[in-house]
């Protein structure tokens, strides 16, 4: 059937029904921050009607711009195991117009060699991985069902906004830590609703969110599938330097120190010239996996020094920690004060799991190197802590994965670490196992292409995700 359908397709514009459902979702406009994803979440509720699914909207934002969608399929079976959740977010990046060839949110079918490529904002990162998701959940509509499976849109992307995938683990699944909301009454109400609608959300097992793609190499025939099953760790804090004594004050060094930190952050960033333990265990694991393809200097190279592989294509940020200095600001300590003092967020991802106290101890080495004055005093304030987990590969559903995905001729499975920060983080801090992967099989200008200008999926890619998608919930719910 795939076959055919794919033969049919080089003939015309693809009017499958999965190609149709990409094509509307696209051309809705939800990117941040100029629209939210209140028409997205209409959008699935529609369809959730037309399957007769129990399913629901819900919201932290008083303006319902922010809005989320959830449904499921229940357990056939009289004794279900753990629920399974699909994850993806319906909001995208927001797109210059002016830079596309082909508008952003009027979705456009493209013939090119062999295959038609569908153009618009979303089509691969977002809302690709959320129809894919929805093709596998509807034909799991009509099998058994060995635990419940849950379908979930969030809005606020990855990044920060706290009324989506964060606001969804931690009143439904479990409190995360440090982190705090000021509710109405109206908001309680709207989040008990939920609850008590989907009482076995608290006992979900493990999430499946979009995100990370297979990848055409140029080490041909070889297609790389990496499972992003964790990413970089992620420190925030602010440094706050000031006078050790006031009458020792100077209005200027405060800021000129952290000035100088802030270069020393960056130069370390460039710094790759560090221990082969850097490079770490699971990267060094797919490095062993393409080895055998390589041209036989890269192969000896690579022998002793593995982070070749990656620095030789421009992938430092996966390879090594990254410091991430935001700007100074100066204020006076007091009212008619001549002493002040300077702050400076930090951001810090990591690779390995370090405690809070080893990066503090981390940043007090990297200040001290920049003969840190006895009259000034440093303080390193905590906002956010995540240490990064590896978790999915530790289960035996990542034995499926491998067959199903390595079934595929030349497609090597790996864990990954992604150097983004994911809506999966929320649920690894929950404690529950979360990774991220959406099995397009993509080249390295259609990967570029994603939040970027002229962002476009294959016809044969979104089919043949579908269907990896399907046969690996298919053999997880048996």
């Not at 949110?105 to 690709?128: H, Q, T």
């Not at 992620?234 to 800021?255: K, Y």
Request: proline share 6%; hydrophobic share 40%; aromatic share 12%.
């Amino acid at each position: 059937m795939l076959g055919l359908i794919i033969l049919i397709s080089v003939i015309s514009a693809p009017t499958d029904p999965a190609s149709k459902l990409l094509e509307e979702y696209l051309s809705i406009p939800s990117d941040t921050p100029n629209h939210g994803t209140e028409a997205a979440a209409k959008f699935w509720m529609r369809e959730a009607h037309f399957l007769d699914l129990q399913a629901m909207e819900w919201t932290l934002d008083s303006t319902g711009k922010c809005k989320n969608f959830i449904t499921y399929l229940p357990a056939t079976s009289e004794n279900p195991g753990r629920p399974i959740l699909l994850l993806h977010h319906g909001d995208t990046k927001a797109a210059n117009e002016s830079a596309w060839a082909h508008p952003p949110f009027k979705p456009e079918w493209v013939e090119a060699k062999n295959d038609w490529e569908l153009y618009g904002r979303g089509a691969i990162e977002g809302k690709g991985a959320g129809v894919t998701h929805w093709m596998a959940f509807k034909t799991l509509r009509e099998k058994q069902r060995s635990r419940d499976i849950f379908f979930v849109m969030t809005c606020g992307s990855e990044n920060s906004d706290s009324r989506g995938a964060e606001a969804f683990v931690n009143f439904f699944i479990k409190p995360i830590p440090n982190v705090t909301y000021d509710l109405s009454t109206a908001d309680k109400l709207e989040l008990a609703v939920v609850l008590s609608t989907f009482l076995h959300l608290q006992n979900i097992e493990f999430v499946w969110n979009g995100g990370s793609f297979g990848e055409k190499t140029p080490i041909a025939p070889y297609i790389l599938a990496p499972i992003a099953t964790s990413q970089k760790g992620r420190w925030l804090g602010e440094i706050i330097v000031s006078p050790a004594n006031e009458a020792d004050a100077s209005t200027n060094s405060p800021g000129e120190f952290l000035k100088q930190g802030a270069e020393a952050f960056n130069k370390k960033n460039q710094n790759f010239i560090e221990s082969i333990r850097s490079l770490h265990t699971e990267m060094k694991d797919l490095v062993v996996s393409v080895s055998t393809a390589l041209p036989i200097w890269e192969r000896i190279i690579n022998l002793f020094h593995p982070r070749y592989f990656f620095e030789s294509r421009g992938l430092h940020s996966l390879v090594t920690s990254w410091w991430y200095p935001k700007k100074i600001r100066s204020e006076p300590l007091a009212t008619n004060s001549i002493a002040v003092r300077a702050s400076m967020e930090l951001e810090y991802r990591f690779l390995g799991e370090k405690e809070d106290s080893e990066i503090k101890r981390d940043i007090n080495k990297i200040f001290e190197r920049q003969n840190f004055s006895k009259k000034m005093k440093l303080a390193i304030e905590t906002k956010n802590y995540n240490p990064f987990r590896r978790d999915f590969f530790q289960g035996s559903e990542s034995e499926i994965f491998k067959q199903v995905i390595g079934s595929y001729p030349q497609t090597i499975v790996t864990p990954y670490i992604t150097p983004r920060l994911t809506d999966s983080r929320y649920f690894r801090m929950a404690g529950i196992r979360a990774f991220d992967f959406t099995p397009f099989f993509l080249t390295d200008a259609e990967i570029e292409s994603t939040q970027g200008a002229n962002e476009h999926l294959p016809h044969l890619e979104l089919l043949r995700a579908i269907e990896i998608e399907t046969m690996i919930l298919e053999k997880l719910l048996r």
